[in-house]
């Protein structure tokens, strides 16, 4: 894979990236999460008081364990139900579309039994395209090179 651009949303400058493991589970499990899509990066920082958008390029080492979900799939369904449990994996970094809120509910629905997965996939289609890397280990952390970390207005980019 050759050199790509990526966006992080933060409320701070992330010169130095790191996994940082909390309470809350997210799609792909612990890790570093990015985005080659600069908008959905200054969505994620605008939850922020300081809406930050990190720039970075990153080379995968080809020695890296990496599970790549082209599209929306059962087992995209599948990996983020368990991710969001709190099964652990063994990848390095997961690449996929996202589960934003609305999406998650209807995981949740799905769990709980109140919709079927046929009712899941039809409410399911994103209005916009989303995507996420998951950096998950330090040795994917080491492909990330950090380029800039600017404020985005509320209204737009700086």
Same mark, same amino acid.
């Given at each position: ?6 966006y992080h ?12 493991k909390g309470?809350n ?6 890790g570093?999460?990015c985005?080659i899509?600069?908008?959905q990066a200054?969505?994620?920082?605008k939850?922020?008081d300081?809406?930050?958008v990190?720039?970075y ?6 020695g890296?364990?990496v599970?790549e979900f082209k599209?929306?799939?059962?087992e995209?369904?599948?990996f *983020?139900?368990a @991710?969001?449990h709190?099964e652990p994996h063994?990848?390095?970094? &997961?690449? #996929? ?6 999406i ?7 769990i709980?039994g109140v ?5 899941f996939?039809?409410?399911a289609?994103?209005?916009?395209p989303?995507?996420? *890397?998951n950096? @998950?280990?330090?040795?994917a952390?080491?492909?990330l090179e950090? &380029?800039? #970390?600017?404020?985005?207005k509320r209204?737009?980019?700086?």
């Amino acid at each position: 894979m050759g050199k790509m651009t990526v966006y992080h949303g933060s409320y701070t400058i992330v010169e130095k990236p790191r996994i940082i493991k909390g309470r809350n589970t997210k799609d792909f499990g612990p890790g570093f999460y990015c985005t080659i899509i600069r908008e959905q990066a200054e969505r994620w920082a605008k939850r922020y008081d300081t809406p930050i958008v990190n720039t970075y390029t990153v080379r995968l080492n080809s020695g890296l364990k990496v599970l790549e979900f082209k599209e929306m799939t059962e087992e995209w369904l599948d990996f *983020i139900i368990a @991710c969001r449990h709190g099964e652990p994996h063994d990848y390095d970094i &997961v690449i #996929g579309a996202m589960a934003n809120d609305q999406i998650y509910n209807y995981i949740a629905d799905y769990i709980d039994g109140v919709i079927t997965r046929e009712q899941f996939w039809v409410l399911a289609r994103f209005k916009y395209p989303t995507h996420q *890397i998951n950096f @998950c280990s330090d040795s994917a952390l080491n492909c990330l090179e950090f &380029v800039s #970390g600017r404020e985005v207005k509320r209204n737009g980019t700086v």
